[in-house]
C-alpha cells in the first residue's frame, strides 16, 4: 500500500484530539502534576490493552501515547485516565524539568515560572496552533536541551533567566520579568494566527539550534536523600505487559512514583540505594535501557509501518539493526535517529545521523531533522547491510582519541551513504545504491 502523506508539520495527537494512523487513532496523554502512581500506570497498561491495541510510547518529549484505539474506543479510555486519578494536561505545553523542586543539582525549580505561564496564557486559548510549546529549564540532572520549543526560559544564575523566542539571540532576564515577557511573546505568536510558530515573528526565524540532550538514565540523587532512576523502554515503545511488570517493579523497589521524562525515558523515584539496584536488575530483565552506555539509549525510531500510515520502512523493526551496527561508535556525542518518513515524529530536533525512509529507499542527514531528507540513495532491502558498511567505515577511519561527532564531521557520512563508496573502498559491493 502507498504512505499517505503524513499530516502537516505542527499536528501532533493530544489528549483530546487523538491522530488517525495505520494502526487506529493515538492518544497522547502527559498527566498534568508530571507523575503517576505505580498503580496509574499499571491500570493505564490494562486500559490500553482492553481499549487499544495493548501498544504504549514514551516520546521524545516525555509524553505517553497510547496506540490501535478507535472512535468508539477513544472515550472509553479518556474515561479510563480519569477514574484512574490522573489529570491530562490540557491546552498551552510547558515543560519542566520532571525532577524540579526535588533535584538538589538543579539551578532553579521551574515550576514557579511554569505556572504562572500557565495562567496567563488561557486568554489565548484556541487562538495559539496546537504545537506551539514553552519550556523552562532550570538545570539540573535532567536536560531539556534536546527539547525544541518556541518559548525558551533557562536559568542562568540566582533569580536570572535567559529568555529565547524562536532562533532570536537570547535575553537576560531578572526572574520577576520572565513570565511576563513569555507571555507577551506568546501573544505576538498568537496574533500571527493559529499556523504561527515563534520562527515566524521578526527577528526570530533562522536555522534552528541542533542540541543534544544525554537520556536521563540510571541513579540520580535527590533532594531528600532517596534516589531516582531513570531508564527506558528500547525506542521508547513496549507493550501493556511490559509496563504492567514495571509498575511491579516499582511498587517491589517502593518506588513513590514514576515520571515520563525527556529522550523518550521514565523516572522512578523515592529509592533507597539497596532498592534501587534490585530495580534496575528487574529493569534489565525487561530488556528496558538502564544506563548511558546502552547504544539503544540515543538511537530515536519512530513506530514506521505497518503502525503508521504515513511509513515507508518499518522503522521500529530496523531500530535494533542500526542501534548494533553503530554500538561502537555510540560514544555519547552523536544521536541516531531512524525516521520512517520526512515528518520525524521520533526526534523532531536535528539528529547526528538521521536515516529517513522515502520512496521505496531510505535516505541519510547528517546534522538535520528528518525533514531535511532530499532523496532515496538506498533500498530498504539493503539497510541491513548498508549501515553495517557505513558503521564498520566510519569506524575503521576514526583517528585515536577522535569523538564520533568529530568524525562525522571530517567524512561526510552523507556524500559515503549515497555514493556508495564505503563499499568500494572496503573492496565489497554488497550495498545497491540508487545512484549506481
Ligand atoms: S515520522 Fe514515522 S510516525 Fe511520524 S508520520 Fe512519519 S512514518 Fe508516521
Known amino acids: 500500500m502507498t504512505p499517505i502523506p503524513p499530516t502537516r508539520r505542527g499536528a501532533c495527537p493530544a489528549f483530546l484530539a487523538p491522530m488517525e494512523t495505520g494502526d487506529g487513532l493515538i492518544l497522547r496523554l502527559v498527566p498534568a502534576d508530571g507523575r503517576l502512581s505505580p498503580a496509574q500506570l499499571r491500570g493505564l497498561a490494562a486500559a490500553a490493552r482492553r481499549l487499544g491495541n495493548g501498544m504504549m510510547e514514551v516520546t521524545a518529549r516525555g509524553s505517553l501515547q497510547v496506540r490501535g484505539l478507535t472512535a468508539e474506543s477513544v472515550p472509553l479510555l479518556q474515561d479510563a485516565v480519569l477514574a484512574l486519578g490522573i489529570t491530562p494536561r490540557l491546552g498551552l505545553a510547558v515543560d519542566v524539568s520532571p525532577l524540579g523542586g526535588i533535584d538538589p543539582s538543579e539551578s532553579a525549580d521551574g515550576h514557579k515560572l511554569a505556572a504562572e505561564i500557565i495562567a496567563g496564557a488561557q486568554p489565548l486559548a484556541g487562538k495559539l496552533g496546537p504545537k506551539v510549546s514553552v519550556v523552562v ?8 536541551a534536546g527539547q525544541k520549543a518556541d518559548v525558551r526560559l533557562v536559568a542562568t544564575g540566582p533569580g536570572q533567566w535567559a529568555l529565547t523566542v524562536g532562533n532570536a539571540p537570547a535575553r537576560v532576564l531578572p526572574e520577576a520579568d520572565a513570565a511576563a ?146 554500538a561502537p561508535l555510540m560514544d555519547g556525542t552523536v544521536s541516531l535517529h531512524l525516521s520512517a518518513c520526512t515528518k520525524g515524529c521520533a526526534h523532531p530536533a536535528p539528529a547526528s545521523l538521521a536515516f529517513v525512509g522515502m520512496d521505496g529507499g531510505v535516505a541519510l542527514v547528517h546534522d538535520g531533522p528528518a525533514s531535511g531528507a532530499a532523496r532515496p540513495v538506498r533500498l530498504v532491502a539493503d539497510f541491513p547491510a548498508a549501515v553495517a558498511s557505513l558503521a564498520a567505515t566510519l569506524a575503521a577511519r576514526r583517528a585515536p582519541g577522535e569523538t564520533t561527532r568529530a568524525l562525522l564531521a571530517r567524512l561526510d557520512p552523507a556524500g559515503l551513504w549515497a555514493d556508495g563508496a564505503m563499499n568500494r573502498r572496503a573492496g565489497k559491493d554488497h550495498v545497491t545504491s540508487r545512484a549506481e
Open 181 to 326: 515577557e513569555a507571555l507577551a511573546a506568546l501573544v505576538s505568536i498568537a496574533a500571527l494566527g493559529r499556523a504561527a510558530r515563534a520562527a515566524d515573528l521578526p527577528g526570530c526565524g533562522g536555522r534552528a539550534r541542533g542540541a543534544e540532550a544525554a537520556p536521563p538514565l540510571g541513579r540520580l540523587p535527590l533532594a531528600d536523600g532517596t534516589l531516582a532512576f531513570g531508564f527506558g523502554l528500547p525506542f521508547g515503545a513496549g507493550d501493556a505487559a511490559q509496563f504492567e511488570a514495571i509498575a511491579d517493579a516499582l511498587d517491589a523497589a517502593g518506588a513513590r512514583d514514576v515520571r515520563p521524562a525527556p529522550e523518550r525515558t521514565l523516572i522512578a523515584t523515592g529509592l533507597s540505594a539497596g532498592a534501587a539496584d534490585v530495580f534496575a536488575a528487574r529493569l534489565a530483565a525487561l530488556g528496558c535501557i538502564t544506563a548511558v552506555g546502552d547504544p539503544r539509549a540515543r538511537v530515536a525510531a519512530c513506530a514506521g509501518a505497518p503502525a503508521c500510515a504515513s511509513a515507508h520502512i518499518p522503522a521500529r523493526a530496523l531500530a535494533p539493526v542500526l542501534a548494533e551496527a553503530f
Open 137 to 144: 529549564e532550570g538545570g539540573g540532572a535532567v536536560s531539556l
